[in-house]
């Protein structure tokens, strides 16, 4: 418990660096964490006798986070169409060491790793380095945008009753965003853990975890939508509403994510998906949640008018 608790805290000293910082050390990290979770993945099928396209793979995971950081969608999507074609096409000329299986994980890992991770860098940079000129998009701007139906419920009278932190926090935007992520994600799986353990006696998905319950799933909506809201609402003033259902819809992707990287594990016959981070496994095992978070949270952004 004691390496778990260290690691946990070493964990979340780094990552507030990067998501405070932006930038290069952002982007380097997640494609540092891409590669890590490739490596993961590669090994795990491995001892199931599938063998991955490894380099490539990995070339391609770096290509498609260099897209994102750059802001290049269209340059984004034919690295992963070209990188496709040419995985199959290792089947022809590889023909006898390259299997249309190992072709098939191959594409199925590098879309399962690469396209979170470039969304998760979309949405650190979707205010951050504006181009010469413009000014940084903050998340009190942010806060005023209205576009949606949602903002059509307006509960303002009552928000202004409540207290307030009052920090008068006014970073920009993508980073308040990816805050407001990482908790929302984070506290899915705390409140399903210790809910779970304290009043769970039925279970979720037996077949594929054995500890989840629906006790611990309903403690994490419940928990999820909390921190979207005391996160988002009160500490960085976006829309009450809008971050109750953010975190509703972040707790459904978190766990739906878990149980994917559940499958994929027994599949493999693996306990943890690596060593990357003592007392909490590998990187898989921890970010799988936010393979299913982060593409969800970001076109929520997008669809609700947050950004």
């Known amino acids: 418990m004691a390496l778990r608790i260290i690691t946990g805290i070493i964990g979340i000293a780094v990552a507030a ?12 990290f997640a494609i540092f964490l891409s590669l890590i979770a490739w490596h993961e993945y590669s090994s795990a099928f491995r001892r199931a006798g599938v063998i991955t396209t490894y380099i490539f793979g990995a070339l391609t995971l770096i290509l498609l986070q260099c897209c994102a950081w750059l802001g290049n969608v269209e340059e984004l999507l034919a690295v992963l169409t070209l990188s496709m074609l040419a995985i199959f096409l290792l089947t022809v000329i590889l023909r006898g060491s390259t299997r249309p299986t190992d072709a098939c994980v191959s594409v199925a890992g590098v879309m399962y790793i690469g396209l979170p991770f470039a969304h998760l860098i979309f949405l650190r940079f979707l205010s951050d380095e504006p181009q010469p ?15 949606t139906l949602l903002d059509k419920f307006d509960f303002s009278a009552i928000t202004n009753l409540l207290p307030t932190l009052n920090l008068n926090l006014n970073v920009d935007g ?18 399903a ?27 994490s909506i419940f928990g999820t939508m909390l921190t979207a809201i005391v996160v988002g609402t009160f500490l960085f003033g976006l829309p009450l509403v809008k971050m109750a259902v953010a975190g509703f819809i972040l707790c459904l992707a978190a766990t739906l994510g878990d149980l994917v990287e559940s499958v994929l594990k027994r599949f493999a016959g693996i306990k943890d998906s690596g060593i990357l981070l ?9 970010f799988d949640s936010i393979f299913y978070t982060a593409p969800t949270f970001y076109y929520f952004v997008i669809l609700s008018g947050i950004a």
Do not use: M
């Open 174 to 191: 993508g980073c308040a965003l990816v805050w407001i992520l990482f908790a929302c994600t984070w506290a899915s799986d705390t409140f």
């Open 17 to 28: 660096f990067v998501i405070q910082h932006g930038g290069a050390p952002f982007a380097g």
């Open 278 to 286: 003592p007392g909490h496994g590998g990187a898989l095992d921890r």
């Open 193 to 219: 853990y210790f809910i779970g353990s304290a009043f769970g006696s039925h279970k979720l998905a037996s077949s594929i975890s054995p500890n989840k319950t629906v006790e611990g799933f309903l403690g």
């Open 133 to 147: 000129g413009e000014a940084v998009t903050t998340v009190k701007e942010l806060a005023t945008n209205n576009a």
